[in-house]
Structure formats: C-alpha cells, structure tokens
C-alpha cells in the first residue's frame, strides 16, 4: 500500500480530514484521502530530533498530531531527556525522580515531565483542585505529620501510638493502606512528643532523605527528665524497588546528645547541619546551637553558639552552603558555620563560652518583627547559589547568597500577611495558607532574578472552599515539588492534589496549548 495514503478508519477521522481539505463530507465518504509528504517530514531522524530538541513542549505535541513519522519522533528518549533537563532549569523547585535520569525510559519521562506540567498549570489556573477524604482513625491520629519532598510519602508519630515510632503511609495508592513502621525507637516516656525534620539527600544517585528525630521539650516539661529523651537521632530514609511497588526503608546513622538544661524552641535539618533554638528553662531567653552532625559523634561535637538578640528569636536556618540564616525580632544576618568548634561533652554539659559566632552580614530590620516563616534553601543552578524566601510582617522578603561571605542580595518580594500563622507554607515562590476553619488559599509570587524564565506564576491568588471544619492540633503540610497538600480535619484527612487532568485527555481536548497566565 502506498504510505502517503491514510485511509478512511473512521467518521470520525473522515469529518477530520474534510474539515482539514475545506470540502463536503459526502465527496470522499468511502474513498481513500491523499496526503503529500512535506519537505520537513522527509529530514532525516537525526535532523529531526534535533529541531525537535529546540521546540518547547507545546511544539512538540502540536507536531505529534500531524504525521505517523513526526509521531514516532516525538516519542523518542533523547528529546524527553533534553525536555526534562530544560524543565528542570526552568523550575526553581525541579521535578524528583526515584532513580537517576538515564534508568528512565522515554515513557516515564514523558509522564514524569507532563505530571509536573499538570500541576504547574493547575496551581496556576485558578480552578478548584482534587481533593479525596480519607478517615482518621486512631493509627492515622497524630500530632506530627511531615511530608517528605516529591509529595508521595507521608510521615507520622504521635505519643498516643507507640512513642518513638515513625510510621510511613504511601499517597499514590487510590486507598490509603495500612502504614508502614519504619522507625521503632525504644521510648521510656509513653508521653513524649518528637520533632521530625527532613533533608533530601542530594549525594545520593537515587532518592534518599535524612531524618531526624529529636525529642519535644517544652517550658512546662520537667529538666531532670531521663538521659535517653536527651539524645537527638538521625536516620538515613532509602527507596527499596521503584514505581508503585517502592517501599520506604530506615537506617540509623547517628545519636547525639542534646542536653537538658535548656527546651527547644525550634529545630532545622539541612544538609550536614543541624540547628537548635534553645530556651532558658527559668528566663526564657533563646540562644542558638548549630551542628554539623556529619563530623559529630559521640565523643567529639562540630558546633557553636550564637546569641544574636535578647528581644527573641523568630526563626534561623541553616544552608546547604555552610551558611546560618538568623531572623529576630530586629534584624537579620547571616553567619559562617563551615568551620564550628570542637568540643566534648563534660558532665552533661558543653562548654560554649569560647564558641560563639559573629554574623558576617546584618541588616536592621525596619520595624519590629514577633514571628518569621523561612522557606527551604533551593539552589538556582543558573546562577549557583541559594535563594531563600522569608515572612515577616506585612512583606515576603526574598534573600540570595552565594558560596562566598560577600553580603547577599536582600529586597521585599511582594506584600503578605502570613507571619504568626502556623498554618502557612512559604515555598521559593508559592504560598499555601489555611485562612481560617474552612478556607485553603494559594498564592505565588516571583523573583526579579526569574525574568523570561517560562512557567512562572502570577502574583494572584486563589481560594479554595473545603466545607470541613477544622478542629486538629496539627497544622497542613505542603509539598512543592508535587503541589499536593495534606490537611488533618476533625474525623478526616483531605489530601489536595492540584492537577489538570490525565495526559490522554489533556491531549484529546487540546489542554496543553493554553498559555499559563
């Protein structure tokens, strides 16, 4: 048969064509249409891979639409790699795979990319996101939920389970199956309450994160708890197998000693570093306490002290860097932590008079600040270096610093209204905030540094109804690498995906050739 004839298969297709050739349906009802080859469908396969390799994705569907030939070359694997390292630099936040690139066949990246397209344009679009309920019973009841970056796995401890363990539940199954037990820590104290934070583990081919796990004092807690509630433990979390069948592994890295003479206020995990806002027990004063828990072990600590403000201390965070970010009550600064002190322990206690850091970099806040939200640090690969988004007030203030003490670029972003609410999530350039017992809002802002960068999203934004009251003691957590959200209600939990639909239908009704505004 002659390949430049397409043959009549359905009315479809024939009312297709007609429509194509400008002519009545009845003139070729039963006859065969032909169609000439182009001059660009006649290029050799590696010129066309090539164009295809400089069209952005809407090029390349609306190409795919046109030939069988073009079709086959669009679904080649080099073009999905190219497509996915582009997506990745245009994204300040870039897509998570389970293994590295080049496991990936050309239909798992293709999906993988389209996935992370769907959200995008749905965060963006303004329409209301999926949501599915799913009951709380009492192994789902917890205190403390974290989401682990890429959106799938959802961490969980709680006192009223067994104290100390961590339990995994899987977010991709339709049904949320019975959790998996990763962690089985011994706790003497049935009643204790425990941080978790996570880092992605960027060292690792394959995605891995570092957990720690760190005991919850608060002013009300007895000092002369036992020893052991002392000790702050890291894990190494790993994926065994992948795709639907992967399952979430622990491996216990490091015990450190925490102390008792002071509460923790608040507690960060980044990189090698470990940061502590400690309180007096009796003044309440805070001081900080920073650690690199890679060069730390039971005998010998890498740390220092920093005690940057008596009015308070808002938030701090470490960078992957070898940088701390401090914001008080009156200014922020930045600190050096790549070379800390070291010291052992001596009678329970640390001896921090001769390790205490001086700030690099300060700048005097222009009012008054009782509350800070800092985002994560997230690396620009086009510029190499970090960017950091903070909360403060009426502003959402965007901070870049490089590997050098040089002083960083500091400029408010745009307005804002989230410093005091537990309930908000601040990302590189979005915002999640539960308003009040049934309002869910987004926004996003942008950087001046992101100008002619594709998929950017509008200062707009976006409320969401989700008609259940809310009534737990744990605050939603937010995902932006998947867009998804975990909120804890009464008796449910709702997971919010925003997405706009399936590849499939998204091709058939055309939904990839609308513009993002």
Not at 379 to 384: I, K, L, Q, V, Y
Request: aromatic share 12%.
């Amino acid at each position: 048969m002659d390949p430049n004839v397409n043959r009549v298969k359905s009315l479809k297709n024939m009312h297709e064509q007609c429509e194509l050739h400008q002519v009545h349906e009845g003139t070729f009802q039963g006859y065969q249409i032909l169609r000439h080859i182009s001059l660009f469908e006649d290029l050799p396969n590696e010129i066309l891979l090539k164009i295809f390799s400089h069209m952005d994705w809407k090029g390349v569907l609306a190409c795919r639409q046109t030939s069988k030939r073009l079709s086959e070359i669009s679904t080649a694997r080099p073009l999905w790699a190219a497509l996915f390292e582009r997506l990745c630099d245009e994204l300040i936040v870039p897509p998570l795979l389970e293994r590295p690139i080049h496991a990936y066949s050309a239909q798992e990246l293709e999906g993988a990319f389209f996935k992370r397209i769907s959200s995008e344009m749905a965060f963006a679009s303004g329409r209301i996101p999926r949501m599915r309920s799913e009951p709380l019973n009492s192994e789902r009841y917890s205190d403390c939920y974290h989401l682990l970056e890429g959106g799938r796995w959802l961490l969980v401890t709680s006192p009223r389970l067994k104290p100390g363990r961590v339990y995994a539940y899987d977010l991709e199954k339709p049904l949320l199956p019975k959790p998996k037990r990763i962690i089985d820590f011994k706790d003497r104290n049935p009643g204790q309450k425990w941080w978790i934070r996570t880092n992605l583990d960027k060292s690792s081919p394959t995605l891995a994160f570092n957990l720690l796990l760190a005991p919850l004092f608060t002013a009300d807690n007895d000092p002369n708890l036992n020893a052991p509630h002392a000790y702050n433990h890291i894990y190494r979390l790993t994926l065994s197998g992948y795709g639907i069948d992967a399952k979430l592994e622990a491996q216990k890295l490091r015990t450190l000693y925490g102390g008792l003479e002071f509460y923790t206020t608040d507690i960060q995990l980044q990189g090698h570093y470990l940061s502590r806002v400690l309180a007096n027990y009796i003044t309440r004063h805070s001081h900080i306490e920073v650690c690199n828990w890679v060069l730390s072990n039971s005998t010998l600590y890498m740390k220092s002290y920093i005690f940057p403000d008596i009015y308070g201390i808002c938030g701090c965070s470490p960078l992957p860097n070898g940088k701390l970010l401090v914001v008080t009550s009156t200014s922020a600064a930045l600190y050096d932590i790549s070379n800390l002190h070291s010291m052992q322990l001596v009678d329970g206690k640390f001896d921090y008079k001769n390790s205490i850091l001086q700030p690099y970099w300060r700048h005097v806040n222009p009012d008054f600040y009782k509350d800070a939200i800092i985002s994560k640090p997230y690396f620009d690969s086009r510029m190499n270096n970090f960017r950091v988004a903070i909360a403060v007030k009426d502003y959402i203030y965007g901070l870049i610093t490089g590997n050098n003490n040089d002083d960083p670029w500091y400029q408010p972003l745009c307005k804002s209204n989230l410093a005091g609410s537990r309930r908000s999530f601040l990302g590189s350039n979005k915002v999640y905030d539960q308003a009040d017992v049934s309002l869910l809002r987004i926004a996003s802002f942008t950087w001046p540094q992101d100008a002619g960068r594709d998929l950017l999203l509008k200062q707009t934004i976006q409320s969401y109804s989700c008609e259940v009251e809310y009534r737990h003691n744990a605050p939603p957590v937010f995902d932006e690498h998947s867009n998804r959200v975990f909120a804890p209600f009464l008796d449910t939990s709702t997971i919010v995906d925003f997405e706009e639909t399936t590849k499939q239908q998204s091709m058939d009704k055309e939904m990839f050739y609308l513009p993002i505004n």
